[in-house]
């Protein structure tokens, strides 16, 4: 069992959060899994996703350039992924409503519960807390509970270095 959770950070996350029907929908029909890349990309690609592409390299073009240089993924290649995994994210709503629908509910409050633990440690603020619509957050776009142990594996590894 996890650390506990405090209703102030029960609180600063949650309050205002309300059911999503449209992610139970997109939960319930996701065909995404029968295209090509082709069929997904061309699907998903739209000019309001264009636009935010173009923000977000504005916006986080120093941190992308530097990734860039260390790992030499373009910075495009990287937003585009961004883009057509999340949209450039959404918030804790999405996790919520999947924590409360029938169908896979345990899953979801147990990442529920992890992703508002790292809100309780101050990994992150509920405003960070972005992610896709199926439940992954950050930009890694993993389940809460992964990024918590990625966090406590990139913290001892902190203090061995």
Same mark, same amino acid.
């Given at each position: 069992?996890?650390?506990?959770?405090?209703?102030? +950070?029960?609180?600063?996350?949650?309050?205002?959060? +309300?059911?999503?029907?449209?992610?139970?929908?997109?939960?319930?029909?996701?065909?995404?899994?029968?295209?090509?890349?082709?069929?997904?990309?061309?699907?998903?690609?739209?000019?309001?996703?264009?636009?935010?592409?173009?923000?977000?390299?504005?916006?986080?073009?120093?941190?992308?350039?530097?990734?860039?240089?260390?790992?030499?993924?373009?910075?495009?290649?990287?937003?585009?992924?961004?883009?057509?995994? +999340?949209?450039?994210?959404?918030?804790?709503?999405?996790?919520?409503?999947?924590?409360?629908?029938?169908?896979?509910?345990?899953?979801?409050?147990?990442?529920?519960?992890?992703?508002?633990?790292?809100?309780?440690?101050?990994?992150? +603020?509920?405003?960070?807390?972005?992610?896709?619509?199926?439940?992954?957050?950050?930009?890694?776009?993993?389940?809460?509970?992964?990024?918590?142990?990625?966090?406590?594996?990139?913290?001892?590894?902190?203090?061995?270095?």
């Amino acid at each position: 069992m996890g650390a506990a959770i405090s209703q102030q +950070t029960m609180a600063s996350a949650l309050n205002g959060i +309300t059911y999503d029907p449209a992610i139970i929908a997109r939960d319930h029909s996701q065909s995404v899994f029968q295209q090509s890349f082709e069929q997904f990309s061309g699907r998903m690609v739209s000019p309001d996703r264009l636009r935010k592409g173009s923000n977000m390299l504005k916006r986080y073009g120093s941190i992308l350039e530097r990734i860039e240089e260390r790992y030499g993924v373009p910075a495009e290649v990287l937003v585009a992924i961004w883009g057509l995994e +999340t949209d450039y994210g959404f918030h804790v709503r999405s996790l919520a409503t999947l924590a409360y629908d029938c169908r896979r509910s345990e899953k979801f409050r147990a990442e529920l519960l992890d992703a508002l633990r790292t809100i309780e440690r101050g990994d992150l +603020t509920p405003a960070q807390l972005i992610g896709a619509w199926a439940g992954e957050i950050s930009q890694t776009q993993f389940v809460p509970s992964a990024c918590i142990s990625l966090q406590l594996i990139s913290k001892a590894s902190d203090v061995v270095t």
